[in-house]
Nanobody
């Protein structure tokens, strides 16, 4: 199986930036799709961004133009660059990996990290 560990969360003022990392171990990673999801207290878990093994990226409507994903297969790590952060971005952010091409559906992903807290203050 694959183990995923997120890092990079924290507290930032509105308009600021953070970069989240997700590092994988256990199995090959380069051909996996990787997605980011987030969940605020009392709300559903929403899709944020995804990257396929080809490098193709896709984003949820609420973060388009502000967030971007990249991957470093040699390090088995994917990144989520978060710019122009808003208080509404406050949530626990989870990375997830899929053994085949995946989109924005939670049930397409096979492995999940523990989450990292992002708090955006006004």
């Amino acid at each position: 199986q694959v183990q995923l560990v997120e890092s990079g969360g924290g507290v930032v003022q509105a308009g600021g930036s953070l970069r989240l990392s997700c590092t994988a171990s256990g199995r090959t990673f380069s051909n996996y799709s990787v997605g980011w999801f987030r969940q605020a207290p009392g709300k559903e878990r929403d899709f944020v961004a995804g990257i396929q093994w080809t490098g193709y990226t896709f984003y949820g409507d609420s973060v388009k133009g502000r967030f971007s994903m990249s991957r470093d297969n040699a390090k088995k790590t994917v990144y989520l660059q978060m710019n122009s952060l808003r208080p509404g971005d406050t949530a626990v952010y989870y990375c997830a990996a899929a053994r085949q091409i995946a989109t924005d559906r939670e049930n397409e992903y096979d492995y999940w990290g523990q989450g990292t807290q992002v708090t955006v203050s006004s």
